[in-house]
């Protein structure tokens, strides 16, 4: 039975999403709304989308569909939802998000809804890119990476199942987590990992202008803690203003993380300070850290010298023995490892047969992680 | 002319070390102390060095080296000054150390020497790596990386050209900074980030004990800011116990930094918060982070499918074209960017020219980074 699909933001996630689940449900018919005209009419052409709508037909149209995707930030998706809520709607309509906090909206949805026939499931596909716009959508882009459903109280069990179902295509794992479970865990594995990452660059910064080395003397491990301080500010921004509470509150929790290892330091108990590294070792290896499906375990270390010729002269071996890779990568610095080249593989039996067939095939010495 | 050098820990930085001034002074005779005495064997047989000497005739011999390199740890090179203090030496011996803090042993190399006509320059080469032992020795390991030379009251301008002259052949970038001023600084790059990344982990790992979900819902940002928590907690015990001055300092300075975003949140001035994201972007862009020596400006992205096969026919194009490549990298979890290949080139004509060839042989989207 065909469906009618409302995409509200078409950039990357909303593209992504038009594509998964067109190649799950054909039958259904996706329309698009983006206050972009030229990505609607790109859409169209490449085929993501079959129709578009203009925002000043929503009020006619509204009423068409069966299912409303908002793919826009979490403020914007907010402003949506009031609008939405002014016009005639389909009974029965099921509305989800696919922004990165879920209590403000969750809570919003329910207010403006509650009365109405129209069903609210929270979305939020851990997923993303630093490349923006439909161009760049990817029927990819969600493969086995989580995708929480946060339910809301205009919600049912059966109404998750529909939206997963309508979702299917994306081939993410689906979980589901209470709206305010997910913005503690994101706040605390994400949001304030951000401010942390700015806060230590705005330090640093301000510290070389006194102490002018720490401009250029940093290295693999600063750069590692700081990238995602080079993120989109206007999604952030609207990410840490919609996840206030939970912020404030790591905040002052770490500031006891710190204050306890402060006091460590000054007592000078070597003991103490080696347990709080080898601790943190260990909790970090215990940790299950998302890398699309696969954890990439299975490393191998190629002592070479970092030529191109050399890497695509051992890649020839792999695929010769039909052993796939899943991540390779050059340590430039040295500073981390032993050796060149990082391979990871998909298993211990792939690690152990390359590293057999590039010792055997070049003669450099490989070493596993 | 020859002159004797003895190295003090074969580790991988003392293997390498050996290496490297070999290849620039290869008449000089290098000797070796380590505790594992297989090292020893194993980088005579090697040709790593020339010679070995047990601790126990060290009495007998400190008079014989014109030089002599500590590569241990800070805390047993200090051990190690204070028993060759109570020795027999060479007039003028040139003393170095290639350890991660330099007061507390500039200091005590100064107390330990200053009435003997010793020479001590501070060293710390800044590089290493995970891996260690002399078998791992590397002559290209400290190459284009900087290598901090820290001057003592009993040392002149000369005798660190001599140092430098000395170590030529690690093909560092030499600079030279006063041991209070190199401490600062890598307290603020190096040493304070290890204990925020650890912080952030015990601080994750805590939360997950009431909010499970923390425990596995950790992605690309999380990772990267705390991959320096797994390093060897013997070794950051050592450096944090050498420079606790500057680490409680950096400590107290960052919990105002969290006071004033703390503030700043709970204001819920979202002109602000974007400011402090933007800022940080801007001031991390302007921070030249070591990279070896080549900084890595000019990235592509390649949306492929990741299948090793791919990448090898990519590279085998580059390979034909001539184009180097400084580092190549799967972005796995597709959370970081678009496009599942990223590869990083020397200058801005291969990044354009590999950019041309790989569109137009495989037909896969390239973008600039």
Same mark, same amino acid.
């Given at each position: 039975?065909?469906?009618?699909?409302?995409?509200?933001?078409?950039?990357?996630?909303?593209?992504?999403?038009?594509?998964?689940?067109?190649?799950?449900?054909?039958?259904?018919?996706?329309?698009?709304?983006?206050?972009?005209?030229?990505?609607?009419?790109?859409?169209?052409?490449?085929?993501?989308?079959?129709?578009?709508?203009?925002?000043?037909?929503?009020?006619?149209h509204a009423s068409d569909f069966d299912y409303i995707?908002?793919?826009?930030?979490?403020?914007?998706?907010?402003?949506?939802?009031?609008?939405?809520?002014?016009?005639?709607?389909?009974?029965?309509?099921?509305?989800?998000?696919?922004?990165?906090?879920?209590?403000?909206?969750?809570?919003?949805?329910?207010?403006?809804?509650?009365?109405k026939n129209v069903r609210f499931v929270g979305g939020?596909?851990?997923?993303?890119?630093?490349?923006?716009?439909?161009?760049?959508?990817?029927?990819?882009?969600?493969?086995?990476?989580?995708?929480?459903?946060?339910?809301?109280?205009?919600?049912?069990?059966?109404?998750?199942?529909?939206?997963?179902?309508?979702?299917?295509?994306?081939?993410?794992?689906?979980?589901?987590?209470?709206?305010?479970?997910?913005?503690?865990?994101?706040?605390?594995?994400?949001?304030?990992?951000?401010?942390?990452?700015? !806060?230590? #660059?705005?330090?640093?910064?301000?510290?070389?202008? *006194? =102490?002018?080395?720490? +401009?250029? %003397?940093?290295?693999? @491990?600063?750069?590692?803690?700081?990238?995602?301080?080079?993120?989109?500010?206007?999604?952030?921004?609207?990410?840490?203003?919609?996840?206030?509470?939970?912020?404030?509150?790591?905040?002052?929790?770490?500031?006891?993380?710190?204050?306890?290892?402060?006091?460590?330091?000054?007592?000078?108990?070597?003991?103490?300070?080696?347990?709080?590294?080898?601790?943190?070792?260990?909790?970090?290896?215990?940790?299950?850290?998302?890398?699309?499906?696969?954890?990439?375990?299975?490393? !191998?270390? #190629?002592?070479?010298?970092?030529?191109?010729?050399? *890497? =695509?002269?051992?890649? +020839?071996? %792999?695929?010769?023995? @039909?052993?796939?890779?899943?991540?390779?990568?050059?340590?430039?610095?040295?500073?981390?490892?032993?050796?060149?080249?990082?391979?990871?593989?998909?298993?211990?039996?792939?690690?152990?047969?390359?590293?057999?067939?590039?010792?055997?095939?070049?003669?450099?010495?490989?070493?596993?992680?």
């Open positions: 039975m065909t469906k009618k699909v409302l995409l509200v933001g078409l950039g990357l996630i909303g593209g992504s999403l038009a594509l998964a689940i067109k190649e799950e449900h054909p039958e259904y018919e996706i329309s698009a709304i983006d206050r972009n005209e030229k990505s609607l009419e790109t859409a169209l052409e490449l085929g993501i989308i079959d129709k578009t709508l203009l925002n000043d037909n929503l009020i006619n995707i908002l793919a826009l930030p979490v403020q914007y998706s907010i402003d949506f939802l009031e609008e939405l809520s002014r016009y005639d709607l389909k009974e029965g309509l099921l509305l989800t998000d696919a922004s990165s906090t879920k209590v403000e909206i969750v809570e919003r949805a329910e207010e403006l809804f509650k009365d939020h596909p851990m997923a993303g890119s630093h490349k923006s716009g439909v161009l760049a959508a990817n029927i990819n882009l969600f493969e086995n990476a989580y995708y929480v459903l946060a339910p809301s109280s205009i919600s049912s069990p059966e109404d998750l199942l529909e939206a997963k179902e309508l979702l299917k295509g994306t081939r993410a794992q689906f979980i589901e987590l209470d709206a305010n479970e997910h913005d503690k865990v994101t706040s605390q594995l994400s949001h304030f990992p951000h401010i942390l990452a700015a !806060l230590l #660059v705005e330090q640093a910064s301000d510290y070389a202008k *006194i =102490h002018p080395a720490t +401009g250029f %003397l940093a290295a693999g @491990g600063f750069r590692d803690m700081t990238r995602i301080a080079s993120s989109d500010a206007n999604m952030w921004t609207d990410i840490i203003m919609t996840n206030q509470k939970q912020l404030v509150d790591r905040l002052d929790d770490f500031t006891d993380y710190i204050q306890g290892i402060k006091q460590e330091i000054i007592d000078g108990d070597s003991q103490k300070i080696f347990s709080f590294f080898d601790d943190a070792r260990e909790k970090r290896d215990s940790m299950q850290i998302h890398n699309g499906a696969i954890p990439s375990f299975y490393d !191998l270390y #190629v002592n070479v010298p970092d030529k191109v010729g050399v *890497i =695509h002269e051992i890649l +020839g071996y %792999l695929t010769e023995a @039909g052993i796939s890779i899943i991540n390779i990568r050059i340590i430039e610095n040295r500073e981390e490892i032993m050796g060149g080249l990082k391979l990871s593989f998909r298993s211990g039996k792939d690690q152990h047969d390359a590293q057999e067939i590039i010792e055997k095939k070049t003669g450099y010495k490989v070493y596993e992680a």
